[in-house]
């Protein structure tokens, strides 16, 4: 598969896909991330796929690599996450499922959960993910032991619950990161009652091009395998028995940053249902600019390496996993993770930023938290003018 003419079934509806470009990608160490992604695109429902990973690669990854637990990014108290919180229990109280049952899907922390149950959700709350770093300990009861809340590890494609017991799953931020959607909405019609619901949430990959992040955010979030539009995930929904109820598109916080969400109600559905169709948005017209942008962000880093005596990079970013294969120069590694300082990314250790030279010039590479770590690094003793934001 090297090449426009080839030809694969698309994941979501089943018509023809093709191949569209190369991403190179990288990691620490023996990272499964250490490869060349192979991006296709449906020329029918429009979802942009990697096509050569697999769920059982990127199980190595959650269990292995993930850092998700220690990012603030994650912090279930943000007032950013409480918004969202809010936003998703009203999406349910406007469609007639206040005080249903839930059971949410790729939990992590268990931030929407809890925020249900403290603030009066009249049902239990039972969460699964498969990130046990993440998840909480211990099962919480609140609301005087008549409502419980509790947290379990298992994965989207095997869930830990008997068939036609469950009444309302949440997945969000789920699909984009599972190779197998159909396995995933197969279990969830498995678990089930005959009269239950299943809400997903994704970025919304036709709106990527509205609310950029840098030279490559988007692309560079390496467990993200699908680009949904919205007609791709409803098809997918309707290929494994589902009926879509209603598409919500939305711009949502999160800490750092705004994001375009793309949020489908479908209902189990065991006799034949319509599909859903709409215009479908450009995506992989953005993702080949992405790529073009980023190849020019290396060409520039490469000039400047023949201007200073070395380069060193301040903070091991998914953005930055994506450039540095592009790089074939020397250059230092730092970053504030003790997590990460523990790792090499090629031999290269990752130094802690208050041991590192201050020589040179210093990139900082997060789009994200630039300004933090300029201060952070200006603290250090790097002069101002040697310091250089990548965006």
């Known amino acids: 598969m090297n090449n426009k003419k080839s030809t694969l079934n698309c994941p979501a509806c089943k018509k023809k896909s093709q191949y569209l470009v190369d ?47 220690e990012k603030s990014h994650f912090n279930i108290s943000s007032p950013e996450n409480i918004e969202k919180y809010k936003y998703y229990r009203n999406t349910l109280v406007d469609i007639g499922l206040s005080n249903t049952k839930i059971t949410d899907i790729g939990c992590g922390r268990g931030g929407f959960l809890k925020w249900l149950i403290d603030n009066d959700w009249d049902a239990d709350c039972v969460g699964v993910d498969v990130d046990i770093k993440s998840i909480p300990d211990a099962i919480e009861n609140k609301l005087n032991g008549s409502v419980n809340i509790s947290f379990k590890e298992g994965k989207a494609v095997a869930l830990p619950f008997a068939s036609d017991t469950q009444s309302l799953l949440t997945y969000f931020h789920v699909l984009e990161h599972i190779c197998n959607i159909d396995q995933v909405l197969q279990e969830a019609f498995r678990v089930l009652n005959e009269t239950g619901y299943i809400l997903i949430e994704v970025p919304d990959a036709e709106r990527y091009k509205d609310y950029p992040i840098g030279t490559a955010f988007w692309l560079s ?19 494994n028995g589902f009926e879509v109820i209603n598409i919500n598109r939305k711009i949502l916080p999160t800490p750092e940053f705004i994001y375009p969400s793309l949020m489908i109600l479908a209902r189990k559905n065991n006799k034949k249902n319509k ?10 017209s953005f993702i080949i600019q992405s790529k073009e942008e980023l190849d020019a962000q290396a060409k520039g880093l490469l000039k400047l390496n023949k201007k200073y005596s070395n380069l060193t990079f301040w903070g091991i970013s998914s953005e930055l996993f994506s450039l540095l294969p592009l790089l074939n120069f020397n250059f230092i590694l730092c ?16 130094q802690s930023p208050e041991t590192i030279s201050k020589t040179g010039l210093l990139i900082i590479a997060p789009y994200l938290y630039g300004d933090a770590i300029e201060t952070a690094a200006i603290e250090y003793g790097w002069e101002k003018e040697a310091i250089l934001k990548l965006k």
């Open 23 to 69: 991403w190179e990608y990288s990691g620490l160490d023996d990272s499964i991330f250490n490869y060349t992604a192979k991006l296709c695109e449906c020329l029918s429902c429009g979802l942009v796929y990697i096509k050569n990973i697999t769920d059982e690669r990127l199980s190595i990854f959650y269990a292995r690599e993930c850092s998700y637990f």
């Open 221 to 239: 979030i390496r467990e993200h395998i699908y680009h949904f539009s919205a007609t791709s995930l409803s098809h997918a929904l309707f290929m």
């Open 275 to 284: 599909q859903y169709l709409c215009e479908i948005g450009d995506i992989s």
């Open 335 to 350: 970053d504030s993770s003790k997590f990460k300082q523990q790792s090499h990314y090629k031999g290269i250790p990752i």
